[in-house]
C-alpha cells in the first residue's frame, strides 16, 4: 500500500477517489510544527538554529500518519506546491524521520497545481526531492517574523502601544497611514469645464469647449468663474451658429485582461462580489480542493499548452469561429519573480455544463470562468468618430466624441469595471460632414474641484502592495484580515481603509524608531531577498545575517528610549493629524493638549495632569474620561423612526422596538436602518440564513457548519460545541477552532451531595 499526504481532509478525500484500491490518503490539517513560543527560539548566537515543537491539537495527526505508515509501502508528500507547502512536506519528513517511522520505507514529494486525475497521476509518476531552496526561503521568512515579533511586541506592550503588526503588516499600515495624511494636507484647487448641448437638424448631441481664443482648453486651465463668464460672454448666448471644421474617424480595439492571479483575483472578487481577501482565498480554496480550479496561490498569467486547446474549443462551439483568435492570446506574468505555481488561476474543465455550486462558491468559480474564456478570444471592435465644432465668431471650438461597439469578442463573455462603465456610456454621434451647420442651444458651465488621492480598499492596497513588490500570493490575505484584526485600520460603508488611533500610533513609533522595517524598498528589498534564497542565489545564514544585524540595531537602540521622548514624538509627528485647525489649547486649564497613553489605548490629555484631569477622545469610544484612565461607556442610541418604533443601541448590541417586542439589528447602524426595514423586523423577525457546511471534523467525523446569522452573531457548531467567529472562516481555520475550544467552566454543575 501507498500512503499519500495532502493538507486538508476534502482535498484527501477526492485524490483518494482518483487513486482507488492500493492508496490510503490523510490529511495533515495544514502546518503541524511551529516555532516554540518563547524567546530564544531563534538563536540568533548558534547560526538561527530554530526551537520546533508539534502545533496545539496537532499530535494526534501526526499519530495517524504514523499509524497507516506502517502498513504502507512508501509515503508520497502531496501538499501544495508553493514555499508553504514545501515546508509542510519537510515538517512532516523531519518528525517522522526523528521518531524513526521511515525505516525501510520510500519517500516521494509530488506536487499538482490541479486536482484532477490525470494531473495527480502524472505527479504521482514524476516524484521529485523535497525543494531545500524553496524550505530556506521559508526558514528565513518565519524566522525574519519570529525575531521581529518577539524583538519588537515587548517594546510595544510595556508602553501601551499596541501589538506588532508583523513585518509586512507594518508596512500595509503605514500606506493606509500615509495616504490619510495626504488627504489631510490636501487643498482643493478650484477649476471649470464647458459643455454644450448641439443639434444638428432632428438630432441632438454634446461637445466640450476644446479651445478659446486660440488657446487650447486643459483639464485647470478655467481656474475661475470670472474667467467662465468671459468665455460665455465671447461666445454670445445661445441660440449660438456653428459649424463642422474638422472630422476624424478611427477603428479601434481593445484586448482582453490576462486569466487571473492571486492578487487580481482578490482585486476583481472585491469589486465586483465585495468579497474581503479572506473569504475570497477561502472559497477559492475550497474550489481547489473539489478539484474545480487550479492553485489558487500564483503570480503567473500563463496557461497550459491543454487548456489553451481546450478554451479555444469551448469558445467555437459555443461562440463561433470569429470569436477565436487565429493565433492564441499570451499574456507576459507583470510579477518580477513570479514563482508560486506554474499557471494562472483557471477552471480544470472546460465542458458546457457549469458544476452545481451554490453560494460564493458559484459566484467565484462564474468569474473565474468568465475571465478565463475571455482571456482566449478575439478583441473587441469599436469605430470612434469626432468632430471638431468652431463658433460662427470664431472664438471657440468644441469637440464632441462619439464611440460604437462593431464587434463584442471578449466583450461577449466578460468586462471588467471600466469596461462596463465604458459599454453602459456607449455614445453615438450624428452623420456629420465637413461644413456642417450646428446650432449650440445651451453651454453648460460647471465648477469643479480637485479631489485627495482616494482612500484604500483591499483591492487596491492589496494591487499596492504588489505594485512596491511587497508580500507574495499567499500573504495578500492574511495581511488585510490582520491589520483589521488588530484595530490598526478600519472599514468604512464604502469598504475604505481609515486608521484607527492605535493605527496611527503604532506607524508615528515604527516610522521614528524602526525606520527600515516600515520602509517600502526596505520591505521589497527583504522579499527579493526570499525569492533569492528559494531560487538558490542567496545563502540561507548570509541572508539571516545580513537582515538581523541592522534589525537588531534598531531594537537595542529602541529599548533605551524614554517613554516620555516617545510620546514626545508621536505628538510631533501626529499634531497635524490631531489638530487640523491649530488648537491645541486644553478648554479646561489652557494647557497643552497631545497624545497619551494607557492600558486602554491612545486618548488625547492635558500636559498638567495631574492638575487637570481633561481628556478628549480620538475616535468613538478610544478615550479615557478622567485621569484614572477608564475608558467612558458608550452613550445610548434611542432614534424614533415613526409608527411607535424606535431603533436603539444596548448592551448586547443594536435592536428595534415597538415598545413591546424587541428584534436584534446587528447588521444595521444609525445611517442605514430605515422604518421600512425596523417594521419588517418586528414583523418577520432576523431572516436565518442557511448553514453552510464547511467539512469534516477528521477529530471526531462529525460536519462543521458555519451560521452566519445568529441572535449573538455568526458562529460555527460541530457535535455541540460552538466557536463565535466574525465571518466564514476556512475548513482548517475551522477544525483548529472547534478542536482546541477550552470548555467552559462559568455553568459546572455542582456534585457535591
Known amino acids: ?104 520505507k520510500k519517500v516521494y514529494r509530488v506536487a499538482f497545481h490541479e486536482i484532477t486525475k490525470n494531473a495527480v497521476m502524472d505527479a ?25 515579533g518577539f524583538g519588537i511586541s515587548p517594546l510595544l506592550w510595556r508602553r501601551n502601544l499596541g501589538r506588532s503588526a508583523g513585518r509586512v503588516q507594518s508596512v500595509a499600515v503605514k500606506l493606509v497611514v500615509d495616504r490619510e495624511r495626504e488627504i489631510e494636507a490636501f487643498k482643493p484647487v478650484e477649476y471649470w469645464s464647458l459643455a ?54 478611427k477603428k479601434t480595439t481593445r484586448r482582453a485582461s490576462a486569466p487571473f492571479t492571486t492578487s487580481t483575483l482578490q482585486q476583481e472578487a472585491a469589486r465586483k462580489l465585495y468579497f474581503s481577501s479572506k473569504r475570497t482565498m477561502a472559497t477559492a480554496q475550497k474550489l481547489y480542493e473539489q478539484g474545480l480550479i487550479t492553485y489558487m496561490r500564483t503570480d503567473a498569467t500563463n496557461l497550459s499548452v491543454d487548456a489553451v486547446k481546450e478554451i479555444r474549443q469551448y469558445i467555437e462551439r459555443v461562440y463561433g469561429n470569429a470569436f477565436v483568435p487565429s493565433k492564441p492570446n499570451v499574456y507576459v506574468t507583470k510579477s518580477k519573480n513570479a514563482q508560486e505555481a506554474h499557471e494562472a488561476i483557471r477552471p480544470t474543465h472546460f465542458d458546457d455544463e457549469m458544476p452545481k455550486l451554490v453560494g460564493d462558491e458559484a459566484k467565484l468559480y462564474e468569474l473565474i470562468w468568465k475571465r478565463t474564456i475571455a482571456c482566449q478570444m478575439t478583441n473587441a471592435e469599436f469605430d470612434s468618430v469626432s468632430a471638431d465644432i468652431e463658433t460662427e465668431n470664431r472664438v471657440a471650438i468644441f469637440h464632441a466624441v462619439g464611440t460604437t461597439r462593431t464587434f463584442d469578442g471578449f466583450m461577449r463573455v466578460y468586462t471588467e469595471d471600466k469596461d462596463d462603465a465604458d459599454d453602459n456610456n ?59 484584526d488588530r484595530k490598526y485600520v478600519e472599514q468604512d460603508k464604502q469598504r475604505r481603509f481609515h486608521p484607527t488611533p492605535g493605527g496611527w500610533v503604532i506607524s508615528a513609533y515604527l516610522s521614528k524608531y524602526f525606520h527600515d522595517l516600515v520602509d517600502v524598498n526596505f520591505t521589497a528589498k527583504t522579499e527579493d531577498a526570499l525569492d533569492d534564497v528559494s531560487n538558490g542565489k542567496r545563502d540561507k545564514l548570509d541572508t539571516l545575517r545580513a537582515f538581523w544585524g541592522p534589525t537588531s540595531n534598531m531594537i537595542e537602540g529602541a529599548r533605551g528610549v524614554k517613554t516620555t521622548e516617545i510620546i514626545d514624538v508621536i505628538n510631533e509627528i501626529m499634531r497635524p493629524h490631531l489638530f487640523a485647525d491649530g488648537n491645541d489649547t486644553c478648554p479646561k486649564c489652557g494647557g497643552k493638549l497631545g497624545i497619551k497613553l494607557s492600558k486602554y489605548g491612545a486618548f488625547i490629555g492635558c500636559e498638567n495632569y495631574p492638575k487637570c484631569d481633561y481628556t478628549a477622545h480620538l475616535t468613538d469610544g478610544d478615550v479615557a474620561q478622567d ?34 417586542k424587541n428584534v436584534p439589528a446587528k447588521q444595521y447602524t444609525t445611517d442605514t436602518i430605515t422604518l421600512d426595514v425596523a417594521r419588517d423586523l418586528l414583523e418577520n423577525g432576523v431572516k436565518k440564513a442557511e448553514p453552510i457546511n464547511l467539512g469534516e471534523n477528521p477529530k471526531t467525523g462529525k460536519p462543521i457548519f458555519y451560521y452566519p446569522t445568529a441572535r449573538y452573531g455568526a458562529y460555527i ?24 475550544k477550552k470548555p467552559s467552566t462559568k455553568f459546572k454543575r455542582n456534585t457535591r451531595k
Not at 475661475?224 to 445661445?238: D, R, T, V
Not at 477608564?630 to 443594536?654: H, M, Q, T, W, Y
Request: glycine share 6%; with cysteine; proline share 5%.
Open 1 to 104: 500500500m501507498n500512503l499519500l499526504i495532502v493538507e486538508s481532509p476534502s482535498k484527501a478525500k477526492t485524490i483518494e477517489k482518483y487513486l482507488g484500491a492500493g492508496w490510503r490518503v490523510v490529511a495533515s490539517v495544514g502546518h503541524v510544527r511551529d516555532l516554540v513560543p518563547e524567546n530564544g527560539s531563534v538563536d540568533t548566537n548558534n547560526d538561527f538554529k530554530m526551537h520546533w515543537q508539534i502545533m496545539p491539537g496537532k499530535e494526534k495527526q501526526i499519530k495517524l500518519i504514523i499509524g497507516e505508515l506502517k502498513k504502507a509501502d512508501a509515503v508520497y508528500l502531496a501538499s501544495d506546491p508553493d514555499r508553504e507547502g514545501e515546508a509542510i512536506a519537510w515538517h512532516i519528513l523531519d518528525i517522522l524521520k526523528a521518531r524513526r517511522a521511515l525505516d525501510g
Open 627 to 660: 485621569s484614572k484612565e477608564i475608558p467612558e461607556k458608550p452613550e445610548a442610541v434611542n432614534i424614533e423612526l415613526g409608527d411607535g418604533i424606535s431603533f436603539r443601541i444596548g448592551r448586547f448590541g443594536p435592536y428595534v422596538t415597538n415598545g413591546e
Open 426 to 484: 456607449e455614445t453615438k454621434l450624428p452623420p456629420l460632414a465637413v461644413g456642417d451647420k450646428i446650432e449650440i442651444t445651451e453651454l453648460k458651465p460647471e465648477q469643479h474641484f480637485t479631489q485627495p488621492p482616494a482612500r484604500y480598499t483591499e483591492a487596491s492596497l492589496v494591487k499596492k502592495l504588489e505594485e512596491l513588490g511587497i508580500g507574495r500570493p499567499s500573504t495578500y490575505a492574511t495581511i488585510m484580515s490582520t491589520i483589521v
Open 717 to 740: 457548531s460541530s457535535n455541540r460545541v460552538n466557536v463565535s467567529v466574525k465571518e466564514q472562516p476556512s475548513l482548517d481555520t475551522a477544525i483548529d477552532l472547534i478542536n482546541n
Open 124 to 148: 504521482i509518476a514524476h516524484p521529485r526531492e523535497i525543494d531545500n531552496n524553496l524550505v530556506d526561503a521559508y526558514l528565513v521568512r518565519r524566522a525574519l517574523d519570529y525575531l521581529i
Open 196 to 249: 454644450a448641448n448641439c443639434v444638428k437638424g432632428t438630432d441632438k448631441f454634446n461637445a466640450q469647449l476644446l479651445n478659446f481664443d486660440g488657446k487650447k482648453i486643459e483639464k485647470m486651465t478655467i481656474e475661475n468663474n470670472a474667467y467662465m463668464q468671459e468665455i460665455l460672454e465671447k461666445i454670445g448666448k445661445p441660440n449660438v451658429s456653428a459649424k463642422v471644421i474638422s472630422i476624424d474617424k
